[in-house]
């Protein structure tokens, strides 16, 4: 991934500067010992709000996943990482293993700035499987000081049977292997895919920019090593740069078996990630190989795209697991609060919860659920079934330790005549809609749903809701929100409503929500993976086991808790922390 923007609120954007990298160990203190500044709040840097089961380093920034594999009996996450500090800069490859995408063991980093062509940085990119098994990385690279001048690195395993992969290497007689040529922005030419094969050609795409007309380059080789850039693009739209592009095909509607790249897929899936807006999108279509080219099946898909979360996620990948037969996604989720906070932490970043992704019964969506290898963290459950809510009620679920803890809840709505009016003026707009109907505007149909961190006298909460209403021919239009904007009595942090619309047939009267929630992260997943939202949440008072979890209801309907359970989740090894 490019430049990196560190977006606080949309009225502050903070400009790093790119410093050089080189591999590093340094020695740390503890989160403990670490003293906070006098204007920093006590609880922002509170070990209590490091999280407990969501991917992260020891100490230091993170930010995109890079290169996911699966590689002799190990997956591999490789990650933008700087070992010098709380703040982006100084960005290594660090490399972390695991048997299970949850549990990891930190290795050193794999790729660093070593030759010219990345002298000045390593940024994102990904890994590609050869039809001989060997892996092989393509990378972006930085070889100037004096701008961001961007071309496309190749490294290979030095020993391709260690199954840890822990060294790598960038043979000078191809790199750089693609250049800023022919138009091109320098600076604006990054984040290069996994690879796919067809038609005795390996492709690969480039995200790019053209005045304001976002694009992936197509790139084909023969032999993985010489690369020559297509005439078009595999598709473009007038969305500003597409940064971490990513591109897949998908097995038919409802089929929960992912299809590695290379493999002909019934749907594709066109993912990128919006530098204008910080926000990851995709669109569903179909792909013409013998002219390289991407259709979406929505025409209007481009400007109205779905997201794979409407939270704070990120410079996502996603790669094929051939030992669970799945395609995995990953995500970066960065801080909500600031930069002296991070500095004064010693940690800046987290991923998402890996998560299974496949194709809707309707194809035109993807649905998402967190990896089955999470419920190993479930300890000491509690449950509840059939409780009514009445309108304006609320209670709490008691027995567990809830800061770090994974809820599913199935909710049934008595009835749906009151939903309120649907004003189409929000309708590609779900988090202005939940800033101005949030968790405490009551509705008819709603809100409804979690309090989560929650403090025992609700001065603190974040809200997981739905709200339905109704559209102009009648139907129900379903609204999920993360309302955080009191999750906090500190005033400074920045408390983002998060939304989406669930597609979703709810004449049933049934929902269902799933949360993890996880000190200072809250990551959930609406109608069985149509709808997910993670958010970064600092509680002042709601921490550890001060932390509460309720069931509310805002509307004017009753809603029923047909059933209910809590689990805490264990910490699992995390990269030695």
């Known amino acids: 991934m490019g430049t990196r923007q560190r977006v606080l609120a949309p009225w502050a954007v903070l400009l790093l500067a790119l410093q050089v990298a080189g591999a590093s160990h340094v020695i740390h203190r503890s989160l403990e010992a670490e003293a906070a500044p006098p204007s920093v709040p006590a609880s922002i840097v509170s070990p209590l709000l490091r999280t407990g089961y969501h991917f992260q380093p020891p100490m230091n920034w993170i930010n995109d996943p890079n290169a996911p594999m699966y590689y002799k009996g190990w997956y591999h996450l490789f990650y933008q990482y700087n070992p010098k500090g709380a703040v982006w800069g100084n960005i290594v490859w660090a490399h972390s293993v695991s048997r299970d995408l949850i549990n990891w063991i930190a290795l050193d980093p794999a790729i660093y700035p070593s030759i010219p062509s990345d002298q000045y940085g390593c940024w994102s990119g990904s890994a590609t499987m050869l039809k001989d098994g060997t892996p092989a990385i393509l990378y972006t690279g930085i070889n100037r000081p004096d701008i961001n001048y961007q071309v496309q690195v190749l490294a290979f395993p030095k020993n391709a049977s260690d199954p840890l992969l822990r060294e790598w290497e960038k043979p000078a007689a191809y790199n750089p292997v693609a250049t800023p040529v022919g138009g091109i922005n320098a600076t604006q030419f990054r984040d290069p895919t996994t690879a796919w094969y067809a038609d005795g050609h390996w492709r690969m795409l480039v995200g790019s920019v053209r005045d304001t007309r976002g694009m992936a380059l197509v790139y084909r080789s023969r032999d993985f090593r010489t690369w020559r850039k297509a005439k078009h693009p595999l598709h473009s739209a007038l969305t500003g740069m597409w940064e971490c592009p990513d591109f897949f095909p998908v097995s038919g509607p409802a089929l929960e078996d992912g299809l590695d790249t290379s493999d002909a897929g019934a749907k594709y899936v066109l993912k990128s990630s919006l530098d204008l807006t910080r926000y990851d999108y995709y669109t569903i279509g179909s792909y013409d190989k013998r002219k390289d080219r991407y259709y979406p099946d929505n025409p209007n898909g481009d400007y109205h795209r ?7 996620f990120y410079a996502s990948k996603t790669f094929y697991d051939p030992a669970k037969r799945r395609r995995v996604l990953l995500g970066w989720a960065n801080e909500s609060d600031s930069v002296p906070d991070d500095k004064a932490k010693g940690w800046a970043g987290i991923h998402a919860i890996p998560r299974k992704i496949w194709l809707d019964p309707s194809g035109k969506q993807l649905l998402q659920w967190p990896i089955e290898e999470v419920e190993k963290l479930r300890g000491k459950p509690v449950s509840v079934g059939s409780k009514l809510v009445k309108p304006g009620e609320h209670f709490e679920v008691t027995g567990v330790a809830t800061y770090q803890a994974d809820v599913e809840v199935t909710f049934e709505i008595s009835s749906l005549e009151k939903a309120e009016a649907f004003d189409p003026a929000y309708d590609n707009d779900a988090q202005k809609l939940c800033g101005v109907k949030g968790a405490d505007v009551k509705g008819g149909v709603g809100p409804f749903g979690l309090w989560v961190l929650a403090s025992a006298d609700l ?25 955080p904007t009191k999750s906090s009595l500190s005033p400074d942090l920045y408390k983002p409503t998060f939304a989406g619309f669930v597609d979703t047939d709810i004449s049933s009267g049934k929902i269902a929500l799933r949360s993890l929630i996880d000190r200072s992260v809250v990551e959930s997943f609406g109608a069985g993976g149509k709808t997910c939202i993670l958010s970064r949440v600092y509680p002042s008072i709601a921490i550890g086991k001060d932390a509460h979890l309720y069931v509310f209801n805002n509307g004017e309907v009753d809603v029923k808790v047909s059933s209910l359970t809590a689990w805490e989740m264990k910490k699992p090894l995390m990269n030695g922390a």
């Open 306 to 312: 779905l997201r794979y979360d409407y939270g704070n």
């Open 459 to 483: 001065q603190e909460k974040t809200a997981v809701l739905f709200r339905v209403f109704k559209d102009g021919y009648g139907k129900p239009k379903v609204l999920m929100c993360t309302d």
